[in-house]
């Protein structure tokens, strides 16, 4: 009888032409096929009625987000013998994905389903080695997806020496029942008879680990059955960019539900496709594999069950990955997950509560309870409600810190308009601080210059006013200024004190906005976004002359005043606007001039999923002084040059976001590079390509159109905001004829939109003429790659924007690279890039050639 031990023997036996066993049994039924590129191997959603075993060509695995919708790139595979239609084994035996030749041809495998099920169940030791085989094989799916992710992925984190630990031996202080009641706890051993489960619990270790530890390191080979107990654990990939050159760390989703499996691969004794980090304190459940070898050995049965639910184990880690790389494509979690849910409703009892959640996800205001029943079903749901829970959940995180995001604002609303009869102006603004407070701990904010703060109290803190995001608008129609909130709850930490606030009056029919300022005790003004006053001459200098005594009381009690000079808000990109003097000639009047302190903010008006607040506190002046300074003796055209100096505060504030956010300076040693490159270029009446790693990857460039004097000046994964961060350095002392500029695609896979890009493309190129005024400007077209496209839609919204732009500009031309890398059916040619479906192989590099070199304008 073939037992577990020399299954595992089998495996490592050297393949060659002849079929490895157990293919060569099976062939009998099974025939050799050649499929050309485009054939439909399996249809998502279809029953399996086929069942493929890769020998030659690659095969990428699309799904749908919706059966009529355009399919994402979820895989690929070009492994000899890897599986195709593995769902066959698996209820509902439904494919869970499209399975497509991706190469000229691919030559394969191919048995009825129905046929290979009857052969296998004929002979009980050929369906061991078949099912031990396919896991195998399988395995290797949830690796390449996983790197698949990881190329995919901007999550890069920094990286630290991992070295696996076998944990802390603990007394397991439990009889039989109990351990084989924690068994019966994981949805992988809720299939096993009490009395399996009893043999495998007699040598169950307890291991405690600690937070950082490693349990599984990738690409290790352990052995055993790791059970998660109690903690955290999260698994991670290590890969290397071609685009920075260095090796990154992309974390993947974590697991707490007592009774997960940590991995298959010590299951099957193989290397592991991932890190296993420890990230709370850990209680890890050990069962070593002689024992289970031991059981397989004697009882054949099991053997099998349990190499089918192994099978059963890496269809979900594959399913957990590929929805992941799916809801970072698609940067859509609420849509992947309801998708998740109705995909696999089949798979679910008619009463389960997860069929309300896709409903309950479609409404911010309902999230939380969706959120609720997922966590509740994660813990004590049956089937498999359990896993379909966790990868739920494991795709809503961002969603969920939205969702308290949201919560806390409706917080900080109540605190201030409800229940507060009785309550004084000092208790309504405390209890205001403290709710900003616990809102502002959720989103990520940058903050800086804090030692600008004056040590005295009495100080104007004047801000530019930026929008409020529309989705943050509370049931009531009312909107929480996020911006002014969160300084207020600053000073208020800063000085222990409340500060006085400057605040629009409200229209009549905002009366949320009256009642919600009135209680604040906030002062008042009209501006332009307030009614219209209908007003005598002298109502108005009335108005005026107690506006300037309630500012000179507020200084004169040593509070501090915080106001927007603008009177409006505005969107970061435009922030801030011209700012109104009246409040500035009020405070050329007051007896005490006081510190005026400058706060930028940015993103406050932008969604926190995608977005990183930031606020910094400049150093602080005197009116007097800075007019001086700016050789002003009015207030107005000091503020017209003060006003912009503000801008550009808050345009370089933006760029220091995406530069903390980063591990370092990204690019810092290839810019560098570049700029030695030009200290032995003398040339200056040639053509530079300035853009991302496509400029930087094209080898042969500067040979392709050595005649019009071609310089290579790419550089990483740049987008055209780090090309206008490293413009001035790079072209400090270059002045070509002519700029090529390549980007935008690094730029929407990071959130940005089609609008971000133009305006930052329109300030690089701005920069472009201010510093080369004779200079010609040529745009390359975003490029259409197979992994990224989720993003075609926006690709062509962002290359119409781009091209607008250079048609109304004399000195700018356009070249069309995008229509030239489809295929007939407009999707983008996988035949024109390497393996990471990204970066474009010579075929693609030689259109590139061709094209550039005709249309470029000279």
Known sequence: ???????????????????????????????????????????????????????????????????NDKELLAGMSQSKYAPIGMDAFIAPYRNETTARVASDEARLIMWQTKDLITLLDDDIVLSIAFYTFLNIQSHKFVEDTSELFANTSAALQSLATETSSEGYLAQLERDEIDKVIL????????????????????????????????IIKQDEEKKGIYLLESGEVQYSRMNFSIETNKPYKVPFRSISTPGYLISSSSMLGIKS??????????????????????????????????????????????????????????????LVASTLINSNSTKLMVHSPLHAVPLLLENKLTIPHAIEILHRTELKGIGPEKNLASLCLDNLHQTQRESNFYHALQDIYSSVAENTEGKSVDQI?????????????????????????????????????????????????????????????????????????????????????????????????????????????????????????????????????????????????????????????????????????????ANFDKRITAYKFACEIKKPFKLSEKMKEYGCTEVKPFLRKYQMDFRNDTQQLTNDISNETSVEFLFEDEVDALIEKLTTHDEQDCISFYGSSTIRLWDTLESDLADKKAINLGFGGSSYQWCLFYFDRLFENFRPKNYVLYGGDNDLSNGQSPEDILMNFSLLTEKIKNHNPAAQITVISIKPSPSREYLLSKIIETNELLRTHTEVNEHMHWIEIYEHMLTPDGRPRTDLFVDDMLHLNPKGYKIWKQHVRDQLPF
């Not at 036996?13 to 490895?20: A, F, G, K, N, V």
């Not at 994981?186 to 600690?210: G, H, K, N, T, W």
């Not at 397989?296 to 880690?317: D, G, H, M, T, V």
């Open 1 to 67: 009888m073939l037992t577990y031990i020399a299954i595992r023997q089998n495996r490592n036996e050297q393949m060659t032409d002849t079929l490895p066993s157990p293919l060569d049994q099976l062939m009998p039924k099974g025939e050799i096929v050649i499929r050309k590129k485009g054939d439909i191997l399996k249809k998502q959603f279809s029953k399996v009625d086929q069942f493929y075993i890769l020998l030659e060509g690659t095969v990428h695995f699309d799904q749908s987000l919706h059966s």
């Open 183 to 214: 068994l019966l706890q994981s949805p992988f051993f809720e299939a096993f008879d009490e009395e399996d489960l009893a043999v495998l619990a007699q040598s169950m270790q307890r291991r405690e680990y600690l937070v950082n530890d490693v």
């Open 273 to 334: 496709a991932m890190t296993s980090h420890v990230t709370k304190d850990a209680i890890v459940l050990y069962i070593p594999e002689d024992n289970l070898e031991k059981h397989c050995e004697q009882y054949p049965k099991f053997a099998l069950s349990f190499q089918k639910r192994i099978l059963w184990l890496i269809n979900n880690q594959l399913r957990a990955v590929r929805t992941r790389l799916i809801a970072t494509q698609f940067n859509e979690e609420l």
């Open 429 to 601: 603004q405390l209890d205001c601080v403290k709710a900003s407070k616990k809102a502002f701990s959720i989103p990520s904010i940058y903050l800086k210059g804090l030692e600008n703060m004056p040590t005295e109290q009495g100080c104007i803190f004047i801000y530019n006013h930026l929008l409020n995001e529309p989705y943050y608008t509370l049931p009531n129609q009312f909107q929480i200024t996020l911006d002014s909130h969160y300084l207020s709850a600053l000073v208020y930490e800063q000085y222990g004190a409340h500060a006085q606030r400057i605040v629009r009056l409200g229209k009549s029919e905002e009366y949320a906005h009256e009642n919600y300022y009135d209680n604040l005790g906030f002062i008042s003004v009209s501006t332009a976004d307030s009614e219209a006053l209908v007003e005598t001459i002298e109502e108005k200098k009335i108005r005026h002359q107690k506006f300037y005594h309630q500012i000179n009381d507020a200084l004169n009690e040593g509070k501090n005043i915080i106001i927007s000079p603008e009177g409006s808000s505005h969107p970061t990109e435009h922030s801030p606007s011209h700012f109104k003097s009246g409040f500035f000639k009020v405070l050329q009047k007051v007896k005490k001039e006081p510190l005026i302190v400058p706060i930028v903010m």
